[in-house]
């Protein structure tokens, strides 16, 4: 089943995102020379395309995601610096030859598959590849499926909230030496409960949002806002560093 579907793009980055630290410290794991070819798998509004491309201004970089409103914000962002296409991860991957690197930051939880998923990443990469990304693991949002479980009934279905050892064996299957598999708790804080209610509408609850009606929306967001435990997004991070074998 395919996670693709519309952001908001512009509320998304208007927002304080945590997602701009994880990018750092995946670009902080690379460890380019900077003449790499390297893929943002997800890439979203380009923000860790951009900040890899003033680090290391000679890398020719290729961004995929499957929202058409993240890619134009990215295009804007990023002008002819980038390739930008628009396409399922879960798909074969429409590189224009294979990559010497892949980067992912925040994307590989909504997407359920993650051995189809690494199987295309791995036939986009040269052998000798490395593959450095960050998404959310195994625990991860805890305090807003709780809430969300409380408003619905239910946990949220679209999550793949993956653990170490189940990773680390299907990126084995797939094609990858694992160097580390890690999961980070680091919990975000967020006070306003008008931010904090955004945030959970374009960055969380989109895919629930998309399937009820408008008039519906707002009110189904401060329901879950007001079932939170307290006003944070506890996050548990998986950052996975491996080689194309
Ligand atoms: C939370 S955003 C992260 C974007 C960006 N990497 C960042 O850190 O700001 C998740 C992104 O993954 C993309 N995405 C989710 N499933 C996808 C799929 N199957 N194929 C391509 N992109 C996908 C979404 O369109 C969205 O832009």
Same mark, same amino acid.
């Given at each position: 089943?395919?996670?693709?579907?519309? /952001?908001?793009?512009?509320?998304?980055?208007? !927002?304080?995102?945590? +997602? %701009?630290? /994880? *990018?750092?410290?995946?670009?902080?794991?690379?460890? !380019? @020379?900077?003449?790499?070819?390297?893929?943002?798998?997800?890439? #979203?509004?380009?923000?860790?395309?951009?900040?890899?491309?003033?680090? /290391?201004? *000679?890398?020719?970089? %290729? *961004?995929?995601?499957?929202?058409?409103?993240?890619?134009?914000?990215?295009?804007?962002?990023?002008?002819?610096?980038? $390739?930008?296409?628009?396409?399922?991860? !879960?798909?074969? &991957?429409?590189?224009?030859?294979?990559?010497?690197?892949?980067?992912? %930051?925040?994307?590989? +939880? /909504?997407?359920?598959?993650? $051995?189809?998923?690494?199987?295309? &990443?791995?036939?986009?990469?040269?052998? #000798?590849?490395?593959?450095?990304?960050?998404?959310?693991?195994? *625990?991860?949002?805890?305090?807003?499926?709780?809430?969300?479980?409380?408003? @619905?009934?239910?946990? +949220?279905?679209?999550?793949?909230?993956?653990?170490?050892?189940? @990773?680390?064996?299907?990126?084995?299957?797939?094609?990858?030496?694992?160097?580390? %598999?890690?999961?980070?708790?680091?919990?975000?804080?967020?006070?306003?409960?008008?931010?904090?209610?955004?945030?959970?509408? $374009?960055?969380? &609850?989109?895919?629930?949002?998309?399937?009820?009606?408008?008039?519906?929306?707002?009110?189904?967001?401060?329901?879950?806002?007001?079932?939170?435990?307290?006003?944070?997004?506890?996050?548990?991070?998986?950052?996975?560093?491996?080689?194309?074998?």
């Amino acid at each position: 089943m395919t996670s693709i579907r519309e /952001w908001d793009a512009s509320s998304y980055d208007s !927002l304080p995102l945590p +997602h %701009v630290a /994880w *990018g750092q410290r995946v670009l902080d794991r690379m460890g !380019l @020379t900077g003449d790499e070819l390297v893929l943002d798998a997800g890439c #979203g509004t380009g923000r860790d395309a951009a900040a890899l491309l003033e680090r /290391w201004p *000679g890398v020719r970089m %290729v *961004g995929i995601d499957g929202s058409q409103q993240m890619l134009d914000q990215a295009r804007e962002r990023l002008g002819d610096r980038a $390739t930008l296409i628009r396409a399922d991860l !879960l798909e074969p &991957l429409p590189v224009p030859e294979p990559v010497d690197a892949v980067m992912s %930051v925040a994307a590989f +939880h /909504w997407i359920q598959d993650h $051995t189809l998923l690494f199987t295309r &990443l791995r036939a986009s990469m040269r052998t #000798g590849a490395t593959l450095s990304t960050d998404c959310g693991g195994r *625990g991860n949002v805890a305090i807003v499926n709780d809430a969300l479980a409380r408003v @619905t009934g239910d946990e +949220h279905d679209g999550w793949e909230f993956a653990g170490e050892d189940d @990773t680390r064996a299907k990126l084995e299957a797939t094609g990858f030496e694992v160097r580390s %598999v890690l999961l980070r708790p680091d919990p975000f804080r967020i006070e306003d409960p008008a931010v904090l209610e955004r945030y959970l509408a $374009t960055v969380m &609850l989109g895919s629930k949002l998309d399937a009820m009606p408008e008039a519906d929306r707002a009110g189904f967001v401060t329901e879950v806002r007001l079932a939170m435990a307290e006003p944070v997004v506890d996050y548990v991070r998986l950052e996975i560093d491996a080689v194309a074998r």
